[in-house]
């Protein structure tokens, strides 16, 4: 159930507390790509996308991208 708690934080509340746990998932080596490819952590990683926050956004593309 933690992909659900993280998907919640990262789609509501103030905007540098969604920083901040974008870049928590970030810093987990592999934490991301695995969301990704798990029907809840989709979500997730779409609402992670969606963090207005261009080094989150272009870090988590970067990540996706070389994992394909």
């Not at 934080?9 to 934490?31: F, H, I, M, T």
Request: glycine share 4%; proline share 3%.
């Amino acid at each position: 159930h933690a992909v659900a708690v993280v998907s919640k934080s990262l789609c509501s509340g103030k905007v540098e507390n969604r920083v901040s746990v974008a870049r928590s998932v970030l810093k987990q080596p592999g934490l991301l790509v695995s969301m990704s490819r798990s029907r809840h952590g989709q979500e997730a990683v779409k609402f992670l996308l969606q963090v207005p926050n261009s080094e989150v956004f272009e870090n988590a593309c970067r990540v996706l991208t070389e994992n394909v």
